[in-house]
């Protein structure tokens, strides 16, 4: 994975491109605010927490790179990690791909992390680069899930749907990010797997060239704010955090 006479050095990259209609109308999903402060900030932030991170490439909407850019200066990082603002494209994967393009070529290791999970623990974000340089080409961190699960025949919104099928719970996962990767694997599956054959992350990518992908645990504060109630429950994390570690 890289030469063992220098240090592994860390990136994360983040797309920030989408506009999360499922929040509702309004400014992009990234740069709505969490106590009062963009998510995107927050998601930064929880990257640059990392003393293994020494760059974060943040993605920005096609024609909003110099606002992103603006934005984000406005709430500097520590003089350790390095920022950089790239323009995404039309689909997250080609936002990623974009990302990885801006990494110096001292990196070994990329995380790839939602924009949406602003308040993802240190903790997660080292764990996923600790096990990627011992040797896994791709470490996604991940919950056991606390439903059960059905398998349907998909049919039109609101329309009743037939369960054909219910997976053994124990076996399943529910993933999250960042999703860490060695950083010649990950570039191999931007250039070899066609976008839309079926891979919904970046780790689904490395699994379509064979490669292996290893779970370690996730946080439950690393969830994904997509709806409206799921903002209403990262202000009170985020609350807490603020009462109880001085989070800012």
């Known amino acids: 994975m890289s030469d063992p006479s220098r240090p592994i050095r860390t990136a994360a990259v983040i797309p920030a491109a989408g506009r999360g209609v499922r ?87 990329v995380l790839v992390h939602d924009a949406a999970r602003p308040l993802v623990p240190v903790e997660t974000v080292d764990a996923v680069i600790a096990a990627v340089r011992a040797g896994a080409p791709a470490v996604v961190p991940a919950l056991p899930l606390a439903d059960t699960v059905k398998q349907v025949e998909p049919q039109p919104q609101g329309t009743p749907e037939r369960v054909v099928g219910t997976p053994e719970r124990a076996l399943l996962r529910a993933v999250q990010t960042p999703q860490g990767f060695d950083r010649e694997t990950l570039l191999k599956a931007h250039a070899t797997v066609v976008e839309g054959e079926g891979a919904t992350d970046d780790a689904g990518l490395v699994e379509r060239l064979g490669q292996p992908v290893v779970v370690v645990p996730g946080h439950e504060e690393a969830f994904k704010v997509t709806r409206p109630l799921d903002l209403v429950l990262a202000e009170a994390v985020l609350a807490r955090r603020r009462a109880t570690d001085g989070y800012v």
């Open 23 to 109: 929040l509702g109308p309004g400014a992009p999903k990234a740069l709505r605010a969490l106590g009062g402060t963009p998510m995107l900030v927050h998601a930064v932030r929880a990257m640059a927490a990392s003393r293994a991170v020494s760059v974060v490439v943040v993605v920005a909407p096609p024609d909003g790179a110099p606002a992103v850019r603006h934005l984000l200066d406005e709430h500097p990082l520590s003089d350790r990690t390095d920022l950089v603002v790239v323009p995404g494209g039309e689909t997250r994967q080609e936002s990623v791909r974009l990302g990885l393009a801006a990494l110096p070529d001292a990196i070994d290791v």
